[in-house]
């Protein structure tokens, strides 16, 4: 397939997922029903090397560290500061899962597929990769094909889940948000004021020079910087994280803009590369490895889900958070990033009436959702990979 059909099919089926998104107000999210078209897609119709023919995940690849930055401009510190209850959250709920797999779960599907899973269910490439590696080196193909698709199936559990959570929690949200009870602030000066970059050292720019391409070479720079940091440590600390706070921090220093993309015209396009990577081991699987692999799979998802069911209910008790909240945040580790970003809007956009109201939920979900899905995907499951591969 030509690189130009490629990408109108997949601009087709992104759009039918907005279009079902938007009718269902967000219970069956776009990444959801787009990930579910392309599956049965490429087991039916499509050609498994689409994606691979749009030329897009070499460019996704790239500029995801643009994104993230881009993301952590629509922050502040302050923000960055009162999300230290997610990241507890988030730990905890990885550290439930794994403990659970492998102490019940190796029960029902033996130790080395309970130990092979603990890292990938947690959503992170690099624990999928780490597991493949160790699989492969002691001639346990079966096991990385296993966890391969795991990984692939993680994005169908995680994210109807997330959305249902996310959305009723909004309704409960919206509630208080319309009596008055919490967050009820008018987008005045005050407003405006608060929200303005704290450590200012750089002056605005004036808006004549806000084009597109400086724009974008401002968001570049960052996002090379974080890169070229991230390297120094040997990715010590992944690039996202750094990206993620280098975003914060030149926002706060007054050298990017907020929204940077956004003012540059240039969010969507690289939302669209973006999906590239989310559904990039879709190809990969077939109906008859899931079929083989029906029972361990069901397994895993169901002691997994029931790990974070029972975090969401302690640490809502333990923060004053909703169990829905904490359970949403909790299979953030399954979804992952731009999955957190888009689900967060979605929700917003489907529950919020006014545009204020959509700001007011996007500003509740979009930083928990963010610091959770990077919290697990970049952290924990790595660490949890790393650990628990011993027992292959």
Known sequence: MDALSAILVCAIIYA????????T???LPMLFVAGFLLLVGFWTVLPTTMLDDTGLFEIGAVLAPV????IGSMMNIAQMIKEYKTVVIAITAVLAIALLLFFVGS????QQQAAAAAGPISGGLVAVLIVQEVAGAVGLESIAVFVTILFVLQLFVGLPIAALCLSRDAKDELDKYRRQEVGFTAPDEQDQKSSAPRWKIVPEMPPHLKTPFILLTKALLVAWLAVFCAGLMD???NKFIVALAFGVLF?????LETKVLDEANAAGFLLFALFTLVYWYLPKTSPDQIVALAYPIFVTFLVALIAVFLVALLTGK?????????????VSCMIGFPGTLIISEEVSRAQGETQEEQEYLLGVYLPKMLVAGLTTVSVASIIIAGVIVNFL
Do not use: P, Q, T
């Open 251 to 255: 926002r706060e220093l007054g050298f």
């Open 318 to 330: 333990i923060f004053g958070y909703s169990w829905r909240l904490c359970m949403a945040l909790g």
């Open 235 to 237: 990715d010590a600390i």
């Open 25 to 27: 107000n967000a219970i």
């Open 107 to 110: 029960v029902f599907i033996g």
């Open 67 to 70: 994104f993230v930055v881009h």
């Open 16 to 23: 039918i997922g907005d279009f079902v998104s938007s009718k």
